[in-house]
């Protein structure tokens, strides 16, 4: 009988979704709102309903049910997540402008390159043909949600959007799909919707309510996600840019985040400085004029709370791909709740950000909030409001944006003067491999971001090649970006302490990936022999093949233990896993399978005390504690190497008793500062570690320690040999050490080679990679992070020797 009844509604729900899209395509919008069903009706509850989140395989079924019942939405399916699951997107706009789909991407793809229309050889009649192309086209606009999976609000609110431009009969939302065609992406990571909302109903009526999963919500990347928009290691952040922004070119990306509890209630661009300089300014204007439009309209609106230009920068290209592609980026960050639970926030609670105090109004903020309750539906409420006034400028400013657009990319193509920066050239050594690989990884994000190379053999059999970047073509500023040294400014507030940065300082990836770069002045020679245009992709694999390997995994998530993962898998490793249980359950000692392990960067306190007793449930608290480190100690004085990644090494020099001292830790920043920079280092390059390197290389430095070794014994080599020193490992007399080391910062040049470094003398002749015998084994104290985001590619090599057995 059950069956039988399942039967009949599914046939009923078939009749009634067919005969909608039917009449979809003829109805008017009124009777078009009747039958678009809501996103209740597949959730079978509304998006900000407290305590309410969705799985990835509702959404994706609420925007198939979307697509059929309303002839203003196309659903695509452009690939799979890391983890499998369906990447989906959507492109909502008036039934004409879908139909007239090919037309308006070939209007944007000949904007976007405006040497398809003439220029710069005739700009005058490339301007008549781009206004006649912009008379005809439309502001395409790219809204992504999601990519943080802990702020829920984003993708919840996807629906919410959708719907109203899918039904509404509201002559607003008239006016918006006939100027607009909009890309809108539920979830730039599929799988941390699920991984979130899995722990959610997990822990939903228990003290843990509401805490973040004890596992990082992208497998390999967690909150780092959103800094892959230039390195482009990612699955999900190459289908966005291959499959949604390339094809389309969009003016206007509306990213949608949530930020902390007890801060401003909605940020808004314009961002604070400093901006990267490849940034076209037009680009400034544009998310400078937005942004104020948007922060004015929402408190007309009754809003509170708002903040702009503070909190977050326009520095990195890693979080902001439209910026060198035309496009303006608006960073909207929404306060938080504990998930899709309620807080409660008193005025007194509220704690300044940078650039605002969220009790005082300012210029930049207002008015103030006055604390309260807090509800996911006050997140959705800010997230719609704001998106649908960001659509309402972009439709009512047409041609204004698609004017700017073309401005932008006219600019991007002009040839460069004589004398003045117009490129830039590397050589593409087809051997040995490892250099090959390494350039070819480079060769792949240019081809990701869009940018033309020129390439002309330099010897036969293509040993070696020239690869030339002209910087006028329309996404040159993007590889400039990338090939420059970053100097980033010395910014201090009123009492003298450094500004941080909203993330990191350096973004080279020529000196990450050891790409010999050099400079070209104007004119170049665009007739040479070669070939311009887009590379075939190719992953990077390293050709160590090290055996049993494990890595720690702690349950307070690290962003590095994934990104680590992510390495070992890129290089075609086998590796296990080893959280606080396991490690302390193994008999690591006598266990063969396991010769070398890896703690990655994460600080000391969070590696050996884990989480609370009373935060997370029993199973996930403790961290490793006395017992592992026990563990641990026996496993390398029985022959193990314990490899340790930047602040990890710190808890290995304390809990181990080493002979080496962390010669910068708990220095204020005024004292020493070194954000997310590439430092340069010196490398005794007899030692098994650095084989294969060269005397001089990078190190990725990020709240990192820089060593000293602190017992020194007869015997001891000169410094400039190679720093052999000998020790004794604390005060057990049973493990003798030797402290080697193997890479220091240069005592007679400038550490910092790009980014951002106070205090550089503090380090002059100071350790950066340091090895440590202890008993049988060894413990190797990496300074810096080797493999850092995927992009490192230049200290590869002394993480997998590293990790390889003697």
């Given at each position: ?707 000293e070794v602190t017992e020194r014994s007869a015997g001891i080599l000169p410094a400039d040999e190679g720093f052999a020193l000998r020790a004794h490992a604390g005060r057990d007399a049973r493990a003798p050490a030797e402290a080697k080391v193997i890479a220091w910062y240069p005592r007679d040049k400038d550490p910092l080679l790009s980014g951002w470094l106070l205090g550089a003398d503090r380090i ?43």
């Amino acid at each position: 009988m059950i069956k039988r009844i399942s039967l009949i509604l599914g046939a009923l729900l078939f009749v009634t979704l067919s005969a909608a899209m039917s009449l979809s395509q003829t109805t008017a919008p009124a009777t078009l709102q009747s039958l678009v069903p809501p996103p209740s009706s597949v959730l079978g509850f509304t998006p900000g309903d407290d305590r309410k989140l969705a799985s990835w395989a509702k959404v994706v079924e609420y925007f198939k049910v979307l697509a059929d019942t309303s002839n203003r939405v196309h659903f695509e399916e452009i690939g799979k997540s890391t983890m499998g699951a369906p990447f989906i997107y959507v492109v909502i706009s008036d039934p004409a402008n879908l139909r007239d789909w090919a037309e308006q991407q070939n209007i944007q793809r000949q904007l976007a390159d405006p040497r398809l229309l003439g220029a710069p050889a005739n700009p005058a009649a490339a301007d008549r043909k781009a206004a006649q192309l912009i008379a005809r086209g439309k502001t395409v606009v790219a809204i992504t949600c999601g990519i943080h999976s802990t702020e829920v609000g984003s993708y919840l609110s996807s629906m919410l959007i959708a719907y109203r431009l899918a039904a509404s009969s509201e002559p607003e939302i008239q006016e918006i799909l006939k100027n607009t065609i909009i890309l809108l992406v539920p979830s730039t990571n599929p799988d941390g919707v699920d991984i979130v909302n899995n722990w959610y109903q997990k822990t939903l009526g228990t003290p843990y309510e509401g805490s973040d999963p004890p596992e990082l919500y992208h497998k390999y990347t967690g909150h780092d996600d959103n800094r892959d928009w230039y390195a482009f290691t990612q699955v999900e952040t190459q289908l966005v840019v291959d499959k949604i922004l390339n094809q389309w070119h969009p003016q206007i990306v509306h990213d949608i985040h949530q930020q902390g509890q007890f801060g401003s209630r909605l940020f808004l661009p314009p961002y604070m400085p400093p901006v990267e300089p490849n940034v076209p300014k037009q680009i400034v204007e544009g998310y400078t004029e937005l942004g104020k439009y948007l922060a004015k309209e929402m408190r007309a609106q009754g809003f509170k709370g708002i903040t702009t230009d503070s909190t977050y920068d326009a520095w990195s290209p890693s979080r902001a791909y439209s910026h060198y592609h035309g496009g303006v980026r608006i960073l909207q960050e929404s306060a938080s709740c504990r998930l899709a639970t309620p807080i409660k926030v008193s005025f007194d609670q509220l704690r300044p950000g940078e650039g605002y105090d969220p009790r005082k109004e300012a210029q930049n903020f207002g008015p103030v909030w006055p604390g309260g309750e807090w509800h996911l539906r006050d997140i959705t409420n800010t997230m719609t409001t704001v998106a649908f006034l960001l659509l309402k400028h972009a439709a009512q400013n047409r041609e204004h944006w698609l004017q700017r657009f073309y401005e932008i990319e006219k600019e991007a193509v002009r040839p460069r003067k004589s004398g003045e920066l117009a490129g830039f050239e590397f050589i593409w050594e087809s051997s040995p491999q490892s250099e090959y690989k390494k350039t070819k990884r480079f060769m792949d994000v240019l081809h990701y971001a869009g940018v033309e190379t020129r390439q002309q053999a330099l010897s036969g059999f293509n040993v070696r090649t020239r690869v030339v970047v002209d910087l006028a073509q329309p996404y040159g500023s993007f590889a400039k970006a990338l090939f420059e040294t970053q100097r980033y400014p010395d910014l201090r507030d009123s009492s003298g302490r450094p500004i941080p940065p909203y993330d990191v300082t350096a973004h080279s990836l020529a000196q990450l990936m050891d790409i010999k770069i050099a400079p070209l002045y104007g004119p170049i020679n665009s007739s040479e022999n070669g070939r311009m245009g887009n590379n075939e992709k190719e992953q990077f694999v390293n050709m160590h093949d090290p055996p049993r390997v494990a890595i720690y995994k702690s349950h307070v998530p690290a962003i590095d233990e994934g990104w680590t993962r992510w390495v070992l898998e890129q290089a075609g490793q086998n590796y296990s896993s080893l959280d606080d249980q396991k490690l302390k359950r193994d008999d690591l000692k006598n266990n063969a399978s396991n010769r070398t392990i890896i703690i990655p960067d994460q600080p000391r306190a969070a590696i050996l005390n884990g989480h609370r007793k009373g935060t997370m449930p029993d199973e996930y608290t403790g961290g490793l504690g006395e017992q592992g480190v026990t563990a641990l100690r026996e496993f390398v004085e029985a022959g193990g190497t314990l490899v340790c990644l930047n602040r990890a090494s710190d808890f290995a020099i304390e809990q181990f008793k080493l002979p080496v001292r962390d010669v910068v830790d708990g220095l204020p920043r005024t004292d020493y500062y070194v954000p997310g920079s590439i430092l340069r280092i010196e490398l005794d390059t007899n030692n098994p570690i650095a084989q294969g390197m060269p005397k001089e290389s990078i190190a990725w430095a990020e709240n990192s320690p820089v060593f000293e070794v602190t017992e020194r014994s007869a015997g001891i080599l000169p410094a400039d040999e190679g720093f052999a020193l000998r020790a004794h490992a604390g005060r057990d007399a049973r493990a003798p050490a030797e402290a080697k080391v193997i890479a220091w910062y240069p005592r007679d040049k400038d550490p910092l080679l790009s980014g951002w470094l106070l205090g550089a003398d503090r380090i002059k002749g100071k350790a950066a990679l340091v090895e440590v015998a202890m008993g049988k084994g060894r413990i190797i104290l990496f300074g810096f992070r080797p493999q850092y985001r995927g992009q490192s590619l230049a200290t590869y090599p002394l993480f997998f020797n590293a990790i390889t057995p003697k």
